[in-house]
């Protein structure tokens, strides 16, 4: 079954419309692009906003709930995305003093698309592994 979705000339141009002026300005100058792709393109923050996106966690739950990652990355990862307003921290005055992450509006306003993003990576995974394993056959 072909899960491909047919691209139209009428969709490319309405994903590039965004970007022509900074095409213009020849590629120079702040390019929100990647200055947002440089905080959410890691699967990190990723893998933070998605479970985020499910209610508020505190710092533990999260350690244990995003696999693989470190308490000094889970750290590093929640204050960029504090940083850049789309994470809220807030501390709750209890003996020890107890933390709760949780996504912001602006948040909750990323985590459609990076959804979208994840359900097409999960959709499409054996695609990909099928297309891997052709090219490393070929270059081989």
């Given at each position: 079954?072909?899960?491909?979705?047919?691209?139209?000339?009428?969709?490319?141009q309405e994903m590039n419309?965004?970007?022509?002026?900074?095409?213009?300005?020849?590629?120079?100058?702040?390019?929100?692009?990647?200055?947002?792709?440089?905080?959410?393109?890691?699967?990190?923050?990723?893998?933070?906003?998605?479970?985020?996106?499910?209610?508020?966690?505190?710092?533990?739950?999260?350690?244990?709930?995003?696999?693989?990652?470190?308490?000094?990355?889970?750290?590093?990862?929640?204050?960029?995305?504090?940083r850049d307003g789309l994470?809220?921290?807030?501390?709750?005055?209890?003996?020890?003093?107890?933390?709760?992450?949780?996504?912001?509006?602006?948040?909750?306003?990323?985590?459609?698309?990076?959804?979208?993003?994840?359900?097409?990576?999960?959709?499409?995974?054996?695609?990909?592994?099928?297309?891997?394993?052709?090219?490393?056959?070929?270059?081989?």
């Open positions: 079954m072909d899960r491909h979705t047919e691209v139209t000339p009428s969709d490319i419309d965004g970007v022509d002026t900074w095409v213009a300005n020849d590629f120079s100058g702040t390019c929100p692009v990647r200055d947002v792709l440089d905080r959410v393109g890691d699967k990190w923050s990723v893998l933070v906003v998605l479970r985020l996106g499910r209610g508020p966690e505190r710092f533990r739950a999260l350690l244990r709930a995003v696999a693989g990652i470190s308490q000094r990355m889970l750290t590093v990862t929640l204050r960029g995305l504090e994470v809220h921290r807030e501390v709750f005055d209890t003996r020890p003093p107890s933390v709760e992450y949780s996504l912001t509006p602006l948040g909750h306003s990323l985590l459609g698309h990076i959804t979208g993003l994840a359900n097409w990576a999960v959709e499409h995974e054996a695609d990909i592994a099928q297309a891997q394993a052709a090219y490393s056959h070929k270059h081989d």
